[in-house]
C-alpha cells in the first residue's frame, strides 16, 4: 500500500493538481454563497399557508438551491485531505443554521407546545421555591426537576423575566453544542477526517427526531454525548487486526502493546481465506488500521481520577434532569463493559450511573417510580407492544401526513441496514466500540413505551454511532477513488437531507403558533379564577400551561374512545360533560385556536370539522359567554346555568 | 506572578464579580453578560483545573476541544447540582445560588494554584 493512503491527512504542502485546486476554491465560495442564499431565501415565506406538508411546502426554490448547494460545497471540501477543518466546521455549522434556525427565524414566537409547557414549569418551580404542589400530570416535572431548576436559578440571578426569548433559539445551539463531542468520539477511533466529517454531516443529516427543543432531553442528551466522547478518548487503540499484527503477534485476541503502532505495511493475515478478494479485504483493514489513532504517551488504560470525578458530576446531573436519559446511560456503559478493551473505563462510570440514579429513583422520583413500576411490569411482558407503540396511527391523517410518516421510517430503515451493512463490510469497525453503542437503546424498546415514544428515543441516542458505521461504508479509509467515492456519496446525503426535512418540518403547520394564539392564551390565564377549568380540543395552545397547578385542563383529543364518539356525534353534549357544574368562582374555559385546528386536521385524531361545528355549537348555547375573538383564537367562558 | 497564577486569582475572583453584578437592575445587560459568563465558563473552568491540572492529552485541537466543551458542561453540571441541592432545601435564592457558586469556584480555582498541583497530573499519565 502506498504512502499517499495511509499517511495521516493532515498538513501537506505540496501543491494541488489542477482539478484539486478547482474543488478547494468551488469549496471555499459555496460556502459563503449557500449561505447568502439561505438567508435571502427566508425573506418573504407564507408560513400560514402551511398545511399537512408544514415548513415543506412553503420554503421557496431558493431554500431548496441553498441546502444542494451546501452539500455539494461540502462534498468537494471532503475531496481534498489538506481543507482545513475551519472550513468544514463552517459547513456543519451553516448546515445546523440552515436546518434548525430558519423556524426560529421564520416563527413570531416559540415554536412546539411542549417548549411552552417547560417554560410554565420554570415559572412554577420559581414560584413555590421548588417542588410544585397540585402538579397533576406535570408532577413528573418535579421528580427530575434539574433542566428547569438551571433555567430557574439563571432567570433569578440574570433578572431576566422568562425563557421565552433564548428558548427558541435551543434546537441550532443544542445542535451545534452536539459537534464537539461527535467530533471528539469521532476522532478517537479514526484518524480518517474524511470519514470523521463524513459521520459528523450523517449524524446531522439524519437526526430528524426533533428531541432538540427547550427540554430536559437535549440537555441531558448533551450531558450523555460528553460522557461517551470522554470515556472514548481514554481509550487504547483498537487492537490491530490480524492482518497488521500477524507479523507481530502470534495472537488478534491479544491486545497490542500499549507503545505500538499499527503498521501499514502489514502482511495479509494468517486468517485470511487467501483469494485475492480477502488479501485486498485484509489491505483494506491494514489501511483503516493505520488510520486509528496512535498510543499517546500520556494515556494510561483507566480513567484520571480527576476526569472520573468530573464525569460523575456529568452523570449526577443527568439522573437529576430526566428520567430516560440515565437509563440510556446505564444501557450505553454495560454494552461497553462487555469487551475487554473498554470494560476498565465503563465500568467505574456504570457503577456510578446505577448507584445515583437508585438512589434518586427511591428518593425524590419515589412518587413517580412507585406509581409507574406497574406500567413498566406490563410493558416487560408485553415487549412487542412498547417496540411497535411509537408507529402513528394514521386513519384520518391529512395525505401529506401519511407519506410523511413512511418517509420517516424509511429514513431510519436506511439508517439501521446502511450501518448493519458497514459493520458486516467495514469488519475493523468492530473493534471501535461503536456498534456496541449503536446497540445500546434495544434493550430499553422492550422495557418502556415512554408515552409511545421509545423508537424515537432509542434512534436517537444509537445515532451517534449508527452515523459513523454508515460513514465508514461509504467513505472508507484509505480508499483508492478517494474523489469520486467522496462525490458518489452527494446524491445521498441530498437524500438524507431530503428526507429528515419530511419528519423535522413535516407538522410545522400545528407547531407555529401566532401572537394572537398567545394573546388569547394570556388573556385566559389573566381572567381566570383559580380552580377554573380549560377546555381544548388539543395541547396546541400555547403559554396556556402557566399556572397549571392552579387549574385544571381538559384535551378533548385525548379522552377515552366513548367519550370522544359522543363528542363527535354530539359537540355542545360532548363537552358541557367536562364543564357542567363550573360556577361564577370556577368557571370553565372553551378555548379555540388555529394550531388546534391545524392539528386536527393534520393528524386526524378528530374530524377536521368539529372545531367549526363545536364553535357553532357553543355560540347561543345556554351558559356559554363568548368574552375572547382576535381572529386566530376564540375564548367562551361557561357557568352552569342556574335550572329552571 | 505568571499569567496562569494571575488567570487563576481572576477565575476565583469571577463568581464574586458576577455576584456583585446582581446588585444592578433586573435584565441589566451588564448583570445578563456578567452572570451567564460566569455560569457558563467559571466553575467548569475551575472544577478541571482542579480534577485534571495537566489537561487532556492528544493533539492540540482535540484537547483545546476537550478542554472547552468539559468546561461547559461541567459548569451546567455543577450549576444544576447547586440548584437543584438549594431547591431541595428549601432554600433557594437568587443570592445563595451564586453565592454557592462564587464560594465553589474560589475553592476550586485556588486549590489549583497548589504547589505541584498543576503538573500532578502529567505525571500519572508519565508512565
Known amino acids: 500500500m502506498s504512502g499517499p493512503h495511509v499517511r495521516a491527512p493532515v498538513s501537506g504542502s505540496g501543491s494541488r493538481t489542477r482539478p484539486a485546486a478547482v474543488r478547494v476554491w468551488t469549496s471555499r465560495v459555496i460556502l459563503p454563497v449557500s449561505l447568502a442564499l439561505w438567508l435571502l431565501s427566508l425573506r418573504s415565506v407564507p408560513i400560514e399557508r402551511m398545511r399537512d406538508l408544514g415548513l415543506l411546502q412553503v420554503l421557496p426554490p431558493l431554500f431548496w438551491v441553498a441546502a444542494a448547494l451546501l452539500t455539494l460545497g461540502f462534498c468537494l471540501a471532503l475531496t481534498d485531505r489538506r481543507t482545513h477543518s475551519a472550513w468544514l466546521t463552517g459547513y456543519v455549522l451553516t448546515l445546523i443554521a440552515l436546518l434548525h434556525a430558519t423556524p426560529t427565524l421564520l416563527y413570531p414566537t416559540l415554536r412546539y407546545s411542549w417548549a411552552w409547557k417547560h417554560l410554565a414549569v420554570i415559572d412554577a418551580m420559581i414560584r413555590h421555591g421548588g417542588e410544585v404542589p397540585y402538579a397533576d400530570k406535570f408532577s413528573v416535572y418535579n421528580d427530575w426537576p434539574g433542566f428547569f431548576q438551571l433555567h430557574a436559578l439563571f432567570l433569578q440571578t440574570t433578572g431576566l423575566d422568562s425563557s421565552v426569548g ?277 434493550p430499553l424498546l422492550a422495557v418502556n413505551a415512554y408515552g409511545g415514544e421509545m423508537l424515537f428515543r432509542a434512534y436517537l441516542f444509537a445515532l451517534p454511532a449508527a452515523a459513523f458505521l454508515v460513514a465508514a461504508l461509504l467513505l472508507p479509509p484509505g480508499d483508492r477513488r478517494h474523489v469520486p467515492r467522496t462525490l458518489a456519496v452527494y446524491p445521498l446525503f441530498l437524500a438524507m437531507i431530503g428526507a429528515l426535512v419530511f419528519g423535522y418540518y413535516g407538522k410545522e403547520a400545528l407547531n407555529q403558533y401566532t401572537l394572537k394564539e398567545v394573546a388569547a392564551a394570556r388573556y385566559v390565564i389573566e381572567h381566570a379564577p383559580s380552580g377554573s377549568t380549560f377546555v381544548t380540543l388539543t395541547e396546541d395552545v400555547p403559554d396556556l400551561d402557566l399556572d397549571y397547578e392552579k387549574h385544571h385542563r381538559v384535551q378533548l383529543a385525548y379522552q377515552e374512545k366513548d367519550e370522544l364518539q359522543q363528542l363527535v356525534h354530539d359537540p355542545l353534549e360532548g363537552v358541557e360533560g367536562y364543564v357542567y357544574g363550573a360556577t361564577d368562582e370556577s368557571p370553565a374555559y372553551i378555548v379555540l385556536s388555529r394550531a388546534q385546528d391545524m392539528n386536527l386536521y393534520v393528524t386526524g385524531a378528530l374530524p377536521a370539522d368539529l372545531p367549526e361545528r363545536l364553535e357553532s355549537a357553543l355560540s347561543g348555547a345556554p351558559g356559554f359567554t363568548k368574552v375572547y375573538d382576535n381572529g386566530d383564537a376564540i375564548v367562551y367562558r361557561y357557568v352552569t346555568p342556574p335550572p329552571d | 506572578m505568571t499569567p496562569a497564577i494571575l488567570a487563576r486569582l481572576g477565575l476565583a475572583a469571577s463568581g464574586w464579580l458576577a455576584l456583585l453584578a446582581m446588585s444592578l437592575p433586573d435584565a441589566a445587560p451588564l448583570r445578563v453578560a456578567a452572570v451567564t459568563a460566569f455560569l457558563l465558563v467559571c466553575p467548569g473552568l475551575a472544577a478541571l483545573l482542579t480534577l485534571r491540572p495537566g489537561g487532556p492529552p492528544g493533539g492540540r485541537p482535540a484537547a483545546i476541544l476537550e478542554t472547552a466543551l468539559v468546561t461547559l458542561v461541567l459548569g451546567l453540571a455543577l450549576t444544576t447540582l447547586v440548584a437543584v441541592a438549594l431547591f431541595l432545601g428549601g432554600a433557594f435564592t437568587a443570592t445563595r445560588s451564586l453565592l454557592a457558586l462564587a464560594v465553589l469556584t474560589s475553592v476550586l480555582a485556588l486549590s489549583s494554584l497548589r504547589p505541584g498541583a498543576r503538573n500532578r497530573d502529567t505525571e500519572v499519565h508519565a508512565g
Not at chain 1, 312 to 325: D, E, K, Q, Y
Not at chain 1, 344 to 354: G, Q, S
Open chain 1, 166 to 442: 433564548y428558548a427558541a433559539w435551543t434546537p441550532p445551539f443544542a445542535n451545534a453544542l452536539l459537534l464537539a463531542p461527535l467530533l471528539l468520539l469521532y476522532r478517537s477511533v479514526t484518524r480518517d477526517r474524511r470519514l470523521v466529517w463524513g459521520a459528523v454531516w450523517i449524524f446531522y443529516s439524519c437526526s430528524w427526531v426533533g428531541q432538540d427543543y427547550f427540554a430536559p432531553q437535549s440537555f441531558a442528551f448533551l450531558l450523555f454525548l460528553t460522557i461517551i466522547a470522554l470515556l472514548f478518548r481514554q481509550l487504547p487503540p483498537p487492537a490491530a487486526t490480524a492482518a497488521s499484527t500477524a507479523a507481530a503477534k502470534p495472537s488478534a485476541d491479544s491486545k497490542p502493546p500499549a507503545d505500538s503502532k499499527p503498521s501499514a505495511a502489514a502482511k495479509p493475515s494468517a486468517d485470511s481465506k487467501s483469494p485475492a478478494a480477502a488479501k485486498s479485504s485484509a489491505a483494506s483493514e491494514a489501511v483503516a488500521d493505520a488510520l486509528l489513532p496512535g498510543p499517546d504517551p500520556r494515556r494510561r488504560t483507566g480513567w484520571p481520577p480527576g476526569l472520573l470525578a468530573a464525569v460523575v458530576v456529568i452523570v449526577g446531573a443527568i439522573v437529576v434532569s430526566h428520567p430516560l436519559t440515565p437509563l440510556m446511560l446505564i444501557s450505553a456503559l454495560a454494552m461497553l463493559s462487555l469487551p475487554r478493551r473498554t470494560r476498565r473505563l465503563a465500568v467505574p462510570v456504570l457503577i456510578a450511573a446505577v448507584v445515583l440514579t437508585a438512589a434518586w429513583d427511591m428518593t425524590v422520583a419515589r412518587s413517580y417510580i412507585s406509581v409507574n413500576i406497574s406500567n413498566l411490569i406490563d410493558s416487560l411482558t408485553e415487549p412487542d407492544k412498547n417496540v411497535s407503540s411509537g408507529l402513528a396511527a394514521l386513519g384520518n391523517a391529512a395525505p401529506g401526513q401519511i407519506l410523511l410518516s413512511w418517509v420517516d421510517r424509511g429514513l431510519s430503515a436506511a439508517v439501521a441496514v446502511l450501518a448493519l451493512a458497514g459493520l458486516l463490510v467495514r469488519r475493523w469497525t468492530r473493534r471501535t466500540g461503536l456498534p456496541l453503542l449503536a446497540a445500546a437503546p434495544l
